[in-house]
């Protein structure tokens, strides 16, 4: 099992690779910003999305607009997805008339950096195998290349270039990914030679993610209802054995960190409907190697509920919210 990172600031956009086109598809809460950074740092860039305000917003940072994934594989060699799910993936993908792979260049760097399973890429990188054979026998040179490549780091990280990117590949192709990648990240990890071993990364993170504030958000309650003032608190827990990036990052409750989504109602940040998306991707996952993950699946269960009581658009640390106002306070 190959792994390596490789960490950068801000390189310039001279060191972009020589004589490449960009593309960047699916301009949501994460794909927006990060198309944002490379519009910013002088790419040129070509974007799409179904939702045209979106569309809209990078092309007035400079950005041209592209009316399908296959108008932007026409146009660009280097292509970058960010999609809600798998099948949406798909979709952009192998749609026969509007695809990317329907135009894809025969020297194309395909980079998805959507949170899926673990078998689509995989999927994907047969068929740019058999795209390529095929240009072979039309005597065309050709090395198309996917890698997987979701991302950690939030909002935030998105918006500042700071993300950490998970990529699965061949060196070569893990090679030619980070030269783009680096523009909008604090570190590039290579997970594995196949395609898929990003995603595979990604999931276990964010099976510890759920599980790490779903226990704090029950720390923090505890600790409160007992008395101890909630700042007090937290630090006391990232001064001892309890510390992880749940408390001393994102913390859940409300104030003990003002740039927390904890602190502003818990808008913007990590939906809950992604979380609960990625839980059951990682469960399920779990299951195909069989493996238990009791506490991934009480976390599942957990979620489920934040989202059938409507939590599902406010941010995963709303967990927090959803167990006191759903727990019987017994010193009332």
């Known amino acids: 099992f190959f792994f390596a990172i490789f960490c950068y600031d801000n390189l310039p956009f001279s060191q972009q690779a020589v004589g490449s086109m960009y593309g960047f598809i699916g301009l949501g809460n994460m794909g927006s910003r990060m198309a944002g950074v490379m519009v910013r740092k002088g790419f040129n860039l070509t974007v799409y999305d179904a939702h045209q305000p979106s569309v809209q917003g990078l092309v007035g940072l400079g950005a041209g607009a592209a009316s399908s994934p296959r108008e932007v594989a026409q146009a660009s060699n280097v292509i970058i997805t960010m999609l809600p799910n798998a099948d949406i993936v798909k979709e952009v993908y192998r749609n026969a008339e509007t695809g990317i792979f329907a135009s894809a260049q025969p020297g194309s760097l395909l980079i998805d950096c959507s949170t899926i399973d673990a078998e689509t890429p995989k999927q994907l990188h047969a068929v740019t195998q058999e795209l390529n054979q095929q240009n072979a026998?039309?005597?065309?040179?050709?090395?198309?290349?996917?890698?997987?490549?979701?991302?950690?780091?939030?909002?935030?990280?998105?918006?500042?270039?700071?993300?950490?990117?998970?990529?699965?590949?061949?060196?070569?192709?893990?090679?030619?990914?980070?030269?783009?990648?680096?523009?909008?990240?604090?570190?590039?990890?290579?997970?594995?030679?196949?395609?898929?071993?990003?995603?595979a990364?990604?999931?276990?993170?964010?099976?510890?993610?759920?599980?790490?504030?779903?226990?704090?958000?029950?720390?923090?309650?505890?600790?409160?209802?007992?008395?101890?003032d909630p700042k007090v608190l937290a630090a006391a827990l990232n001064s001892a054995t309890a510390r992880c990036w749940s408390s001393d990052t994102y913390n859940p409750y409300p104030g003990v960190i003002e740039t927390a989504p904890s602190s502003r109602g818990y808008e913007g940040g990590f939906a809950v409907d992604l979380m609960l998306k990625d839980l059951k991707?990682?469960?399920?996952?779990?299951?195909?190697?069989?493996?238990?993950?009791?506490?991934?699946?009480?976390?599942?269960?957990?979620?489920?509920?934040?989202?059938?009581?409507g939590y599902g658009k406010l941010d995963f640390s709303s967990v927090l919210k959803y167990l006191d106002q759903n727990s019987v306070d017994k010193t009332a």
Do not use: W
Request: hydrophobic residues 45%; negative net charge; aromatic residues 4%.
């Open 137 to 199: 026998e039309k005597g065309l040179l050709s090395n198309m290349t996917f890698v997987d490549a979701p991302v950690s780091g939030g909002v935030g990280a998105a918006e500042a270039g700071a993300l950490t990117f998970l990529v699965g590949g061949d060196e070569q192709s893990y090679q030619r990914a980070q030269e783009v990648l680096q523009h909008m990240s604090k570190a590039v990890f290579h997970c594995g030679k196949l395609p898929g071993s990003g995603q």
């Open 281 to 309: 991707l990682a469960t399920d996952a779990a299951a195909a190697v069989d493996l238990q993950t009791p506490m991934g699946n009480q976390a599942q269960h957990l979620y489920q509920g934040l989202q059938g009581e």
């Open 201 to 228: 990364v990604k999931l276990a993170n964010n099976l510890a993610l759920g599980i790490s504030m779903s226990a704090i958000s029950e720390a923090m309650l505890l600790g409160t209802r007992l008395g101890v």
